[in-house]
Nanobody, 123 residues
Framework: QVQLVESGGGSVQAGGSLTLSCAAS????????IGWFRQAPGKEREWVAT????????YYADSMTNRFTISRDNAKRVLNLQMNSLEPEDTAMYYC????????????????WGQGTQVTVSS
């Protein structure tokens, strides 16, 4: 059974930083494309970033480029999202997700999902 467990969320003031992590089990991790999504109250889920199985290619939503960095450690089976210069608009539940197969920009075809970790940014 695939399990994705996010951690690292919390409350931070605008301009601050947080690093989210996602631990994976039950997954052929080194073969999986992994991504981060977020969902704010009353809004649709939004794709944030994706990293390919080898960690060589990364993709970001436009509003996250230059502020967020996605990375992975295949030996530890961990995905990270370093978030800098946080804004109140970044307040959301953040989810990691995984899929096999084609790995590219955008939210398509992610099959496995974690339960999320809350990020709250105050002004």
């Amino acid at each position: 059974q695939v399990q994705l467990v996010e951690s690292g969320g919390g409350s931070v003031q605008a301009g601050g930083s947080l690093t989210l992590s996602c631990a994976a089990s039950g997954l052929a991790y080194s073969a999986a494309c992994i991504g981060w999504f977020r969902q704010a109250p009353g809004k649709e889920r939004e794709w944030v970033a994706t990293i390919d199985s080898g960690g060589r290619r990364t993709y970001y939503a436009d509003s996250m480029t230059n502020r967020f960095t996605i990375s992975r450690d295949n030996a530890k089976r961990v995905l990270n999202l370093q978030m800098n210069s946080l804004e109140p608009e970044d307040t959301a539940m953040y989810y990691c997700a995984a899929k096999y197969g084609l790995c590219r920009e955008g939210p398509a075809d992610f099959r496995y999902w974690g339960q999320g970790t809350q990020v709250t940014v105050s002004s």
